[in-house]
């Protein structure tokens, strides 16, 4: 269904929600309605010496991560970073990476952060749509010296709105940078933090979606601590502050739950990987016994993998919290087993929406023949997000549509792009998220698949995520992504991209007789098979890379002959 044309506000960061329905959710108590340095800070004067960061450096509590944070925040104002300014941040997960969301806090500017790993064509993409004041960057990540790259970016006048490039970590400062290092030892005693309107914006997420240049969407202190803030609040045991591991990027959106939540508004302790690694996440998990393990479903299945059997079992955390794609009821149960917690499967992404089933879950973790379309993801909270069905046609209650969603947790508005906004925002503030979706008469979500990975054969659509999730139950089958493949006579075709179980080599019959089993209809079976040997390839965000794996199946089968390959 199409919006009616309409004219939007001007302004980089204009709230595409009423004012009246934001302070209503505030009235509510939906908001803490506070900016997140204030939530901070009075969380660090509560309990200055609890440990408040734990990276591969050791622990910091909150008195000297708050230290840090107003120094950087004072050192900053002198290079000229001023309320309502945009600062890039492309840093590892590290305690600087947290002292940087704080000082921006602090500042009243807005952050945008993005994982180291991602090039310069990407970065200077988001630098200069965002109109980004500034940027602190890695001197050196694993071979790339991200610092030096937009530092050579910026003398070119690429970016005119870029002034200052900030060189953090260890080896040679570009010449004209000022060094992170430099600035943590500014003198901060006379910094007087900035108390900005909670309902205006705080940080900018950056969505891996499946445009052509990855979304950039604003949010409010309110949306993050608030909205956001109330997604890990319902996993929690009452006045228990939470101990979230983070697998991926802080950096990325499923990140901003780390400084913004776990941090500011739940009091918690952040436990960081540099990079993951299944056995490292394993030790992080033995070694600092998190209460929450905050990452994507391919991540859990590599840590399962290197699990010796028996009866050894990590220190058992509260949730496993696991999101970027579905997970299937096999793994769920195996994970659940292994790690002696609940496993949540977080249905969100950065365009403003998020549902879960709780500690307890959904009643189902994954279709069968007899309840319903798609996967179950539980019932939306409205201290979150609100959620409505538009179909796609004129249609009843009940039916399959386009997933709508709106609350406390609503972004601000897309940055750099209005034509998202008249795209993906409706006039009263609901957000299209692109997902097929339907509600049961219980109010339970359940998610069909994305508009857009809608694969075309002959005319006819096929959701790749119904076939994934009906694939995965498959005992030969690890992990799986169906991928759509050019093809000269139907268009498209669907290939199933899959990672073996050990010791196992599924052919393509057998996986199209147990969908024949699932009483899935022949037209979605995969006509392609590509068997992945190592894993399924992630984003630098963490998520499952749908486009890479589209690239390699189309590689495999570039005229759509044949029908098994393997990569």
């Known amino acids: 269904m199409t919006s009616p044309a309409r004219s939007l506000p001007s302004g980089p960061f204009r709230d595409l929600v009423p004012a009246s329905l934001r ?104 630098l200069g749509r965002s109109g980004a004041r500034a940027v602190i960057a890695a001197t050196g990540h694993r071979g790339v010296a991200h610092a030096r790259e937009l530092a050579g970016l ?5 970016l005119p709105a870029l002034r200052t490039v900030i060189a953090a970590g260890p080896g040679p400062v570009p010449d004209g940078c000022p060094s992170l290092a430099g600035l943590l030892r500014t003198d901060a005693t006379g910094f007087s933090p900035a108390r900005p309107d909670p309902d205006t914006a705080a940080r900018i997420l950056v969505s891996s979606g499946s445009e052509a240049e990855p979304k950039m969407v604003a949010y409010s202190h309110n949306a993050l601590a608030g909205g956001r803030g109330n997604t890990l609040a319902s996993l929690l045991h009452e006045g228990s502050p939470p101990r979230c591991l983070f697998l991926g990027p802080l950096a990325s959106a499923f990140g901003s739950a780390g400084t913004a939540v776990t941090l ?9 990987l540099d990079r993951f690694t299944p056995d490292a996440a394993l030790e992080a998990i033995r070694a600092h016994r998190p209460t929450h393990v905050l990452g994507v479903p391919t991540m859990v299945r590599m840590m399962l993998d290197r699990m010796a059997p028996g009866p050894e079992v990590p220190a058992g955390p509260t949730a496993l919290v696991l999101g970027g794609s579905a997970l299937d009821a096999a793994t769920r149960e195996e994970a659940r087993r292994a790690f002696g917690c609940a496993v949540v499967n977080l249905y969100g992404s950065a365009d403003g929406v998020n549902c879960h089933g709780g500690l307890t879950g959904p009643d189902t973790a994954c279709r069968t023949p007899d309840n319903g379309p798609g996967i179950a993801v539980g019932r939306p909270d409205p201290a979150v997000c609100e959620i409505r069905i538009d179909p796609l ?3 009843t209650s009940g039916e399959t549509g386009e997933i709508l969603a709106r609350g406390p947790m609503t972004p601000l508005c897309y940055v750099g792009a ?35 990975d809608i694969v075309i054969r002959g005319g006819a659509n096929i959701s790749p995520a119904e076939v994934e999730g009906e694939l995965s139950s498959h005992p030969d ?57 190592d894993e399924l390839p992630l984003t630098p965000a963490g998520k ?18 044949g029908r098994e390959g393997q990569s």
């Open 418 to 452: 209005p034509e998202l906004n008249l795209r993906y925002r409706t006039a009263d503030g609901w957000v299209r998220t692109g997902d097929l979706g339907m509600l049961g008469a219980d109010g339970t979500l359940r998610v069909v698949g994305r508009l857009k």
């Open 264 to 272: 500011a508004r739940h009091g918690g302790t952040l436990v960081l």
């Open 23 to 126: 302070r209503a959710w505030a009235a509510a108590g939906h908001c803490p309605d506070l900016d997140l340095y204030s939530l901070f800070r009075a969380h660090r004067i509560a309990g200055p010496r609890r440990t408040a960061v734990i990276d591969a450096h050791g622990e910091v509590d909150y008195a000297e991560l708050d230290r840090r944070a107003r120094c950087l925040a004072a050192g900053l104002a002198e290079a000229g970073i001023r309320p309502g300014d945009v600062v890039g941040v492309q840093l590892p997960n590290t305690r600087e990476a947290v002292a940087a969301d704080l000082a921006l806090a602090a500042l009243g500017a807005v952050a945008l952060p993005f994982p180291v790993g991602r090039g310069g064509r990407e970065a200077h993409s988001l």
């Open 154 to 158: 910026a003398a070119s006048g690429e």
């Open 393 to 395: 046609s004129s249609g």
């Open 477 to 533: 089958i690890r992990d799986v992504m169906c991928v759509g493949v050019p093809d000269p006579l139907m268009g498209e075709r669907l290939a199933a991209c899959v990672v073996p179980r050990p010791g196992r080599k599924p052919e393509l019959e057998g996986l199209c007789a147990h969908l024949d089993a699932r009483g899935l209809e022949r037209r979605k079976h995969p006509e392609r098979l590509l068997l992945v040997t």
């Open 544 to 561: 499952p890379d749908r486009a890479a794996l589209r690239e390699r199946a189309a590689a495999e089968f570039p005229t759509g002959d």
